[in-house]
């Protein structure tokens, strides 16, 4: 059948003449074959271009879907960082609290260390991972963590709360309020000297500020001197409990005088350059059993 021949025959209309075609077995089951295989492989191409639309579909479907879970795990993160400042913040005040009540740390810092504390980072810790669930898993872990810090607090605020309604009147005693407006130009503990270029220890803060700028008692107390001191220039100094006292240097002019007695926020003197200085400014410092104390120990304002 292969070796045959086989005539096909193309009549042309109108004209009664034809055309013939003369072709062996073989060669038209050749190209049967090759239609056969033609007409199969669209057939399959076609399968695979729908496969692939549909495919397609799919992959923008998961990357929308991607994207959102990170849109919504990137906010969640910035939640957690949000309530991680405020944690932080709420321990620093609690510190500072405890500083001025006199309160034992040491407990405070050893429950910390026994419950963990939260203190790197989490968006530098855990948002460059890349895969979602390790992330989320990494989250729940975070805010339990957290949760036991915000219950430790609690604790620790209770233990201070305990102390200031024994003491009602310590808070009223103990400088917590900055006593002038400006900025701080220099911070307590080692410095430069600004006249020497030598390592000092600086004892207090100074607040720059125009001349004249009112100063106020940052807690209650009395006046015990108020006169000049040398290099500090006018001078003075409130006793606001037998072992605390604060003091104020290079003033302008005094308000009150030495006996009087003064509550936080009354005025007290005005912001000078006496003594030796080198502009307007308000040295301030607080001293407990007469040794310094760093002044932002105290202040919660």
Known sequence: MLF??????????????????????????TLILILAGLTAGNVFLLR?????????????????TLQEQK????????????????????RDFDSKLRVMINLDQDNAQAMTAKGGSVTT???????????????????????EQLNVDAKLEEVRQQDVLLKIESNSGILLSTPSVWPTDGWVTSSFGNRKSPFTGQEEFHRGL????????????????????????GSNGLTMVLAHSPSLTTRYAHLQ?????????????DLIAYVGDTGRSTGPHL??????????????HYILN
């Open 4 to 29: 045959k021949k086989y005539h096909i025959v193309v009549f042309k209309d109108k004209r009664g003449s034809c055309s013939k075609l003369q072709l062996r077995g073989w060669t038209l089951f």
């Open 48 to 64: 695979y271009y729908y496969s692939h639309e549909r495919l397609q579909r799919d992959l923008e479907l998961s990357e929308r």
């Open 71 to 90: 849109t919504q795990l990137l906010s969640l993160s910035q939640k957690i960082t949000s309530l991680q400042k405020n944690l932080t913040r709420i």
């Open 121 to 143: 980072d989490f968006s530098k810790g855990y948002l460059p991972l890349h895969r979602h669930e390790l992330l989320a898993r990494k989250m729940h872990g975070f805010l």
């Open 206 to 229: 100074d607040i720059s500020a125009a001349r004249g700028t009112p100063v106020y008692a940052p807690a209650s107390g009395r006046v015990v001197a108020a006169d000049k001191d």
């Open 253 to 265: 002019r005094f308000a009150v005088k030495a006996g009087d007695v003064v509550k936080r926020g």
């Open 283 to 296: 040295h301030y410092e607080v001293l407990l059993a007469g040794v310094p104390q760093n002044p932002l």
